[in-house]
């Protein structure tokens, strides 16, 4: 398996996996919590059909990556996105896809690196501007919902991941069509192989703020996100990187009854706005 090195840990390397298919301009997808670079899968064929070189990695502490006790942050994440880059030369015509956590990568990468190399970004299930409920936030999420995620994980994590896939994908209104008992089984099994340190850990990251990343953006970004997410709420997110001005060149595709995972839900929609614009 191909890995990249991006620190160490008490003597022990810090290892990064990632996938390299295809050929063409390159596309760079990353995952969101709690699942690794597979959940790409109904993208990644299309991308490939395209004619792209499609490179998806696993987070620290997710899928095939390391599992250190360090650097659950996004300064941390997005330097490690970076030593992907580096490490695979990718420095020309480059788009970074994020879903969920995955986009906060993306914003600080672009806040904190720039856009040297970097073509076009996409954010599904965005997580800026920042989620938490705050005095100059009122839009955000109020810090007792966090609390109790953390408490739920460390109580009891497999029960955790049962209940929050089923807001994941709104498992009420859209199974058995658009998710499976398969898919979810899936997920489930890829969820419980992380880090348990990094599934309580993660939760600290999503309440990173983003709002001064975002006016660096200096490359067009397209913001897909469902309406009816449940867990990063359509109002608090995508409605505000819409309606603020926060992105200078930002558009916006709302999934009418999207959930927070649209990727594997709404395929067709999310790649028939993804694919021209990462082609233009």
Not at 98 to 113: A, I, K, N
Request: hydrophobic share 40%; with cysteine.
């Amino acid at each position: 398996m191909p890995y990249v090195t991006v620190g160490t840990e008490n003597g022990a390397d810090i290892k990064i996996h990632y996938n390299d298919h295809g050929s063409g301009r390159p596309v760079v997808l990353i995952h969101g919590y709690p699942l690794d670079g597979n959940s790409w899968e109904r993208q990644e064929r299309e991308l490939l059909k395209e004619g792209r070189r499609v490179i998806s990695y696993d987070r620290r502490g997710f899928g095939e990556s390391s599992q250190p006790t360090t650097g659950y942050d996004y300064d941390t994440f997005a330097a490690d996105l970076k030593a992907l880059l580096d490490h695979l030369a990718l420095d020309q015509d480059v788009a970074l896809v994020g879903f969920s956590m995955g986009t906060g990568e993306v914003t600080r990468y672009l806040g904190t690196y720039g856009s040297a190399g970097v073509s076009k970004a996409a954010l599904l299930g965005a997580i800026p501007p920042f989620v938490l409920k705050t005095d100059d936030n009122e839009k955000g999420v109020p810090q007792e919902v966090f609390d109790e995620i953390k408490e739920t994980v460390l109580k009891d994590r497999y029960l955790w991941f049962e209940e929050f896939f089923k807001n994941f994908f709104n498992t009420d209104e859209l199974s058995p069509e658009r998710i499976g008992e398969a898919a979810l089984r899936a997920n489930f099994a890829t969820a419980i192989r992380m880090s348990p340190y990094a599934t309580y850990a993660c939760v600290d990251t999503w309440l990173t703020d983003f709002r001064d990343d975002l006016p660096k953006i200096d490359v067009p970004v397209l913001v897909i996100h469902g309406v009816k997410d449940r867990i990063l709420p359509f109002e608090s997110t995508a409605a505000r990187l819409r309606d603020e001005d926060l992105i200078a060149d930002c558009e916006v595709v709302a999934i009418e009854d999207g959930p927070h995972n649209i990727g594997w839900t709404f395929p067709d929609e999310v790649n028939a706005a993804l694919l021209p614009f990462l082609a233009r």
